[in-house]
């Protein structure tokens, strides 16, 4: 696992280990980034079930702005701040708590990442709360990864779908706010 490329190029980062946090792969990394290229420089991201925090940091050495990491895993949140530290990129906010809960503030974002587990109920839970509470600044991005056969809702406007791409067993579907 290592960042692809900008500020921190080729750095290396800590793998999770075991099966609790299943990274995304480089391959997956950098098709969602191509995919979003433009949408990173100067922006807040938010890698909201951060797991190593891998995506957060690729969007910071791609030029964002800020990157919010969050994630309920103390395990987890270790190992985005070992990340952090390893990548030496400035921009950084951490936070350990539920991910659907953290929705309910009121700070916004330019791209929004979602990677949940793949088994569970999260992904479409965090959807609905983006929806609800519009975290999604005017302009901005939803960045969905998930399982192939994993049908997601529609969002009502001014969110709207975009595009889905597939990558073997992986979906990414990105949705936007007009």
Do not use: H
Not at 23 to 51: H, W, Y
Not at 127 to 154: H, Y
């Amino acid at each position: 696992m290592r960042i692809i490329t900008g500020l921190a190029r080729g750095r290396k980062l800590i793998e999770p280990e075991g099966m609790s946090i299943r990274p995304t792969t480089d391959q997956v990394k950098e098709s969602i980034f191509n995919i979003i290229q433009f949408d990173i420089e100067g922006r807040s991201f938010l890698d909201l079930f951060a797991g190593s925090g891998q995506m957060g940091l690729e969007a910071l050495s791609r030029g964002a702005k800020s990157a919010t990491f969050v994630d309920e895993s103390k395990a987890a949140i270790k190992l985005v701040w070992d990340n952090i530290a390893l990548s030496r990129l400035e921009g950084a906010r951490v936070q350990q708590g539920d991910s659907i809960s953290f929705l309910a503030g009121k700070e916004k974002f330019d791209v929004i990442f979602l990677d949940p587990p793949y088994e569970s109920p999260l992904l479409e839970k965090a959807l609905e709360k983006i929806v609800q509470f519009d975290k999604l600044n005017s302009g901005g991005i939803i960045v969905c990864e998930c399982q192939n056969e994993k049908v997601l809702p529609e969002l009502e406007e001014p969110y709207r779908f975009l595009k889905s791409y597939r990558y073997g067993k992986i979906k990414i579907t990105v949705f936007t706010r007009s």
